[in-house]
């Protein structure tokens, strides 16, 4: 349903760009969010776009650097990234929730459809 594109290798301070797209269900009234896992720790929230006001919201970690944005003619929601350190180096994941507002928006578990993963590595 979710597919994720766009990871690769870069080196720090470089600048990639994520993909996701939903191939059977329409945006509207969805929330998105990306999330990561990095090695040995548990996913983590990185950043969503609510739908009911078009609002983002980021992590700290990740603020100023990471901008989501959001295609509704093209069900794509990408993350741009921008001087990226080595401490971003993780499996970067889309998730979608039938929810519009930013209730539980940073949370795992509220949402129900996620993307395969695409892998960020980032070398010092």
């Known amino acids: 349903q979710l597919q994720a594109s766009g990871g690769g290798l870069v080196q720090a301070g470089d600048s990639l760009s994520l993909s996701c797209t939903a191939s059977?269900?329409?945006?509207?009234?969805?929330?998105w969010a990306w999330f990561r896992q990095r090695p040995g720790k548990e996913r983590e929230f990185v950043a969503t776009?609510?739908?009911?006001?078009?609002?983002?919201g980021y992590a700290d970690s990740v603020k100023g650097r990471f901008t989501i944005s959001r295609d509704n003619s093209e069900n794509t929601v990408s993350l741009q990234m921008t001087n990226l350190r080595p401490e971003d180096t993780a499996i970067y994941y889309c998730?979608?929730?039938?929810?519009?507002?930013?209730?539980?928006?940073?949370?795992?578990?509220?949402?129900?459809?996620w993307g395969q993963g695409t892998l960020v590595t980032v070398s010092s």
């Open positions: 776009h609510i739908w009911f006001d078009g609002s983002t």
């Open positions: 998730a979608a929730r039938f929810h519009g507002t930013s209730d539980g928006a940073r949370a795992p578990e509220n949402y129900g459809t």
């Open positions: 059977d269900f329409t945006f509207r009234g969805y929330t």
